[in-house]
């Protein structure tokens, strides 16, 4: 008989048949490494009975499943990612419930300071580092450009974003906003670019069809990385037709965190350890379980690493040259 | 490693899995459908075994292996098989 109950609620939970990244979750690894941290700690599945939910995209949608975790008695909530993670909180005010994701540019943050949210509170590897942002031009010396396309239509375009996306839209037709833009979202991005010696481009788009149709407009994608977040799976089908585009005109794809889409035809991808992340979660869990302690007495863990990914059969079909030294930045290559 | 110590330690790893299979009937003709494992349960016993035989062996790979197979997957002498073949590598 299970003693607690806990709840997984995502916007990353998916049927088999969306695309390479409904396994996301699975081949990160984090819930094994949570389910492994229960077992560290003398409990188990048998002890924490785990459920996992999609997450509506409704307020009414989030306000139900809320209703429903009230109702049956669950204590904890686990929300992977910050999209579902912004929309339960506005909706859930007591369950204590761990959070773990990232924004380039920090927004969201107000939910750290809801008393019933605590976490470990994610880096993204590649944007936050110029060591590893480099890599990009490591594998692609004559890179030129850097194009982020960037879903309006999920949490991740927080509104001071989409203001200054408007703004952008007022002054100009051009769909592709440059780096040196006032009306940028991703204003880090902009920086490490011009440090690396490129430009920068960031596309809010509101359609796949729209994204598809401007990325088709690019002069020479050849030398330029097109670098995917996971705002970009949650529009249906933008993931898919992303990485089709990508191949049909030999562009390099980068992503992070969702290596399945890199492996299915992108160049590489830099995650969080999510293994990891899962195992500072299963303590966090057990100490709100068991030891009684409020999510504010557990606050907020740092993220405890990186994995990166490499696909060295798509590095040959772009005829990027892979030294020996940038092999080695990555933890996992696949032939 | 014989087998018949893999499926000793597996077992152990089952029952630690799932506390009502203590009295159990587990074989190597068993399979996880009939003993009540489900995706949940088999990351945990994935985790278990794991650590008993090394992170080489990925329970992950097994389970993407016997889906394939429909209604003749997830069979005990599969798994067997599996920690066996892994495991000497």
């Known amino acids: ?335 | 490693m014989q087998r018949s110590e893999i499926f000793a330690a597996v077992r152990t790893a089952i029952r630690e899995t799932s506390s009502d299979l203590a009295e159990a009937d587990i074989t190597e003709n068993s399979s996880f459908q009939t003993l009540g494992f489900d995706s949940l349960k088999l990351v945990e016993l994935g985790v278990r075994v794991e650590s008993l035989f090394g992170e080489g062996v990925v329970l992950d790979d097994w389970v993407e292996q016997e889906s394939q197979k429909g209604a003749q997957g997830f069979t005990m002498n599969s798994f067997l098989d599996f920690i066996e073949r892994v495991a000497k590598k």
């Open chain 1, 1 to 335: 008989m299970s003693k607690y109950k806990a709840q997984v609620l995502s916007s990353y939970i998916y049927g088999t048949d969306v695309g390479p990244h409904h396994s996301m979750g699975k081949r990160n690894r984090w819930f094994h490494g949570f389910v492994a941290s229960l077992i560290e700690q003398g409990s188990g599945l048998q002890e924490v009975e785990v459920g996992f939910r999609q997450l509506g995209r409704t307020p009414a949608e989030v306000s139900a499943a809320y209703a429903e975790c009230k109702a049956r008695g669950v204590e904890l909530a686990i929300c992977a990612g910050t999209d579902s993670a912004i929309r339960w909180s506005r909706a859930c005010p007591d369950i204590p419930t761990l959070y773990f994701g990232a924004h380039p540019e920090n927004n969201g943050l107000e939910l750290t300071r809801q008393s019933n949210v605590a976490g470990v509170r994610l880096h993204l590897p590649l944007v936050w580092s110029f060591e590893n942002f480099s890599l990009l031009k490591a594998l692609m010396p004559k890179l030129r450009a850097v194009y982020v396309p960037v879903n309006l239509l999920s949490e991740f375009a927080f509104p001071n974003v989409r203001a200054a996306y408007a703004q952008h839209r007022r002054e100009s037709t051009d769909f592709w906003i440059p780096g040196t833009s006032s009306w940028v979202g991703h204003r880090s991005v902009q920086f490490l670019c011009d440090r690396m010696g490129c430009r920068y481009f960031e596309g809010p788009y509101e359609s796949v069809d729209q994204l598809v149709g401007e990325l088709g407009k690019i002069d020479g994608p050849q030398d330029c990385a097109f670098i995917g977040f996971n705002d970009t799976v949650l529009m249906e089908d933008a993931a898919n037709r992303l990485l089709a585009w990508s191949g049909k005109a030999n562009a390099a794809l980068f992503w992070v965190n969702n290596w399945p889409i890199i492996a299915s035809g992108g160049v590489a991808d830099f995650s969080s350890h999510f293994e990891q992340v899962g195992r500072i979660l299963g303590k966090q869990a057990m100490a709100l379980l068991r030891g009684k302690k409020s999510p504010q007495e557990i606050g907020f863990a740092a993220d405890p690493g990186q994995k990166l990914s490499l696909n060295l059969r798509r590095c040959a079909e772009l005829s990027l040259h892979v030294s020996p030294e940038v092999r080695e930045r990555f933890d996992a290559v696949q032939e």
